[in-house]
């Protein structure tokens, strides 16, 4: 089984993730931001991973810590969980539609961190939720997972509708790029990832 567990815990969060990637898209996750728990049942769905995600952090400050720190540790159960990547297929893509939003997602789990994204909101925030952190989540994804993500919202105006068509589509593409395709060997010439 394709599983990790691991747990940050710092002077500003505690953060405890479990993920099986060969899952249904189960998920238990709290981290106190309610959108953000959302986001994260969108992801975990939508890839089919199981995901259990136990979060607490200076909340009283605000939420960057702990989305961040969320990021990181989601991003290294990934690459723990991944193990050499043999046999998986490596890239994954999705143009994801969400009413009038349209989003673009390109990803590779090249074991070079490159982030690149195009996402800006027409509001500051969703509810309670700072907009930016959505930036900050997936930047710390890629950088901890060893991924190569583009993000690029095409068209969009309504801020919820583009933050969850970045997860949806995010999800899609890890769901694709994780997969285990019918050669044993690593996806690159270079006999490694």
Do not use: W
Not at 17 to 31: C, E, F, V
Not at 74 to 98: F, N, T, V, W
Not at 112 to 141: H, I, W
């Amino acid at each position: 089984m394709r599983t990790s567990n691991i747990v940050r815990k710092t002077n500003e969060t505690s953060i405890d993730i479990t993920l099986a990637l060969d899952g249904t898209g189960k998920n238990d996750i709290s981290t106190g931001i309610g959108f953000f728990d959302h986001m994260l049942e969108q992801l975990s769905f939508h890839s089919r991973i199981d995901m259990t995600i136990k979060a607490k952090g200076d909340l009283h400050i605000d939420a960057h810590h702990t989305v961040e720190d969320c990021g990181l540790t989601l991003g290294q159960c990934l690459l723990e969980a991944l193990h050499d990547k043999k046999g998986i297929q490596r890239y994954g893509s999705a143009l994801l539609p969400m009413d009038e939003t349209l989003t673009q997602i390109a990803l590779d789990f090249s074991g070079r961190p490159y982030f690149v994204a195009n996402m800006d909101c027409p509001t500051e925030k969703v509810g309670d939720f700072d907009c930016q952190l959505a930036r900050e989540f997936f930047k710390s994804l890629s950088t901890e997972s060893k991924m190569t993500l583009h993000i690029n919202v095409l068209y969009g105006h309504n801020s919820h509708h583009i933050i969850e068509s970045c997860f949806k589509g995010v999800a899609q593409s890890i769901k694709q790029a994780i997969a285990i395709t019918s050669q044993e060997n690593v996806a690159s010439t270079k006999g490694i990832l």
